[in-house]
């Protein structure tokens, strides 16, 4: 059943509201501003037609605000009752940053998994839906080695270069998000319905789109730009000379990010696209250091960010949805005794503390940043 | 039988001369201040210590001029009475023009076969002594394409990708000139004495050291410097982290030349080497448009100092010596009838006119400049 959402109780919970302003299409910039003003989804919601359009919404959105579609808004808060599936708004202090600072961010993120994968420094691993042995093997390799380092791995769920980078994070238990172009509750291609599963289960699977949304072409360009913006980084590993994962990386450099490309033979057609980027001024990667190098500044932004979030008070959820990130004492105390006053390896600390690499990777970033700890040769140290 | 040069006669002829000044080592720059102050290698030496010492010249320079090592002189003397082997200095038109705008430029250079090779469009294929199948064959190609667009390849006569590009070049009846670190009258590797002598007869081979130099590794990487500045840019094929053809693209880049790369795979540590000199900056080529499109600008400086150097008279040169240049019309005559008004490839101008692509493609390149000639597509017209 369809709300009437101008005569709706105000939140809590928030989330109804949220939902019908995610459900209105349209320009972002009016949705976002709209939420801007008012300060929550339901103030938002109660600012009425007047409100809506003083925002800058269309007549279009004024009429989808007033009436959302029943169908859409019924199938999307059905998705949005199970415990592991969240809608994280433009308001909401788990929006990620990364996200915010870049251009044309989405009003609110569909997301099956843990939402704090949103805010672990990932790198997006991106490339050919047809690649070569080899640069599967690239893929494979450089996601298992930069799992290894504690950073996630983001992709787009796509065959090839995409689906390799996730399967080498979820072996070796690393930490991976596939960002998708369809609604959560789908999986394109189709047969990656179980790996989609996988991930959701290891990280997150991230959507703009509503639960129910088919494949449409001109959302896999947007869903490009959400990968972009949300990675500290982009790497393409075998592209071909136009490409999606090509569309990625200009995405990425307009979000102010670190490309990189990895070069192949002059005869590999699939190395067309990669060599186009690097001519373009992407940074030729042949090795994960080149990678770890190029993303150390703004992981480091990540990080104060990161620390500003754990400072806020974790905003009023529904009920029934987890908050999307937990005091952080308790594992910041284990870790501080796991850590001594030798240097200390990143195997050891997961054996002493059981949290896994990637949760202790942001820790240990953060606790740098505080002086606490200092790091050489991917060695850890209380300082 | 050395020559006491303060009482030799003066020029004509110039060459003993100027020989004395090539034979004396030390500083080059004050050798050439020598030569610019005094116009002519016999005004030079007539200067006496004084003049040579007024110059810079240091004691063992000023040593040297006075009384030349008697066996040096007579084994470079001789082999300058080849008519095919010429001298050419600081102080010559034929001096090339690219060289003479370098660092550190050679006060003289021994060339066995045609001094023109210095003034044609050249471009540097350099790379690992050891290459991959694929690498020799990527030598090749470019070789065989670049000479067929008229372009003169450069090298070291080196093993590996130096001779492969040489032999290219040779095979495809293109115009190739070697840039060796021995004297030139010495192979080095030995095995290239052969490869050398194809190379003399078909363009030429030029070294700043006298005959009879030895290989010592100091000389290579003084080499490597005139290699670069010769040639209007330098391709890196395959080369390890640590190689003389990083030092060339150094010096090239030094001498303001453009740097070409070819990539390859991450696993190849052939093409290590490449990948840094694409980080630092060197060009990725991938086909050899990228490398036509790289030096055109130089082209059309140098074919604006051929066309200045075509119309300075003659310089007198020793009996039995070719001049180094010969009045251009006769040939330009025949290219002139050649040309009609319906665009013309090369492969039709080398056919009605007998010249080769290289000559060809000098003459063009100034008949463009000049306003009679345009190009299209690799192809001429007379406008």
């Known amino acids: 059943m369809p709300r009437t959402i101008i005569t709706a109780p105000p939140a809590p ?16 910039s009016a949705l976002r501003r709209l939420l801007d003003q008012h300060g929550t989804g339901s103030a938002a919601m109660a600012a009425g037609k007047e409100g809506w359009q003083a925002a800058g919404c269309t007549p279009a959105q004024c009429q989808a605000l007033a009436k959302p579609a029943a169908d859409d808004w019924a199938r999307a808060n059905a998705w949005l009752a199970d415990d592991a599936h969240h809608l994280i708004g433009w308001g909401d202090p788990d929006y990620p940053s990364l996200l915010r600072d870049s251009p044309n ?46 950073l996630t791995i983001a992709s787009g769920l796509a ?12 072996a070796c238990n690393g930490s991976t998000y596939a960002v998708i172009g369809t609604g959560p509750d789908l999986a394109y291609p189709r047969h990656h319905r179980q790996l ?20 449409r072409s001109g959302q896999f360009p947007a869903r490009n730009r959400l990968l972009a913006a949300l990675a500290l980084g982009t790497v393409v590993i075998e592209a071909a000379e136009r490409s999606g994962a090509l569309i990625t990386a200009r995405l990425a450099s307009e979000a102010g990010r670190e490309i990189f490309a990895v070069p192949g033979s002059i005869h590999n057609p699939m190395a067309r696209g ?13 090795h994960i250091d080149d990678i ?50 030798d240097p200390t390896g ?35 140290t209380r300082t």
């Open 105 to 150: 961010p989405p009003l609110a993120l569909f997301l099956a998994g843990n939402p704090t994968s949103l805010w672990q420094p990932a790198i997006a691993i991106v490339g050919s839906r047809m690649p070569s042995a080899g640069g599967r093997d690239i893929a494979r390799d450089f996601a298992s080695a930069l799992a290894g380092h504690g």
């Open 346 to 380: 990143m195997d050891l600390l997961i054996e002493r503390t059981g949290l896994t690499a990637a949760s202790l990777s942001s820790m240990l970033l953060l606790m740098e940043l505080e002086g606490r700890v200092s790091s050489a040769h991917g060695r850890y």
């Open 13 to 28: 919970p928030c989330c109804p509201d949220l939902l019908t302003l995610a459900l209105a299409g349209g320009p972002l």
């Open 196 to 215: 989609q599963a996988q991930i959701a289960a290891a990280g997150a699977v991230i959507s703009e789109y509503p639960p129910g949304t088919p494949p």
């Open 292 to 341: 770890l190098e190029g993303v150390a500044n703004l992981a480091g932004e990540l990080a104060c960010a990161l620390q500003t979030r754990l400072q806020t008070p974790i905003s009023p959820v529904p009920s029934g949805q987890h908050p999307a990130v937990t005091p952080p004492d308790p594992d910041y105390q284990r870790l501080w005794d796991a850590l001594g006053y």
């Open 159 to 170: 065959a090839g270069i995409d689906a390799a980078a996730h399967r080498a994070a979820l």
């Open 274 to 286: 990669c060599h186009r980027l690097i001519r373009e001024g992407a940074t030729l990667v042949t």
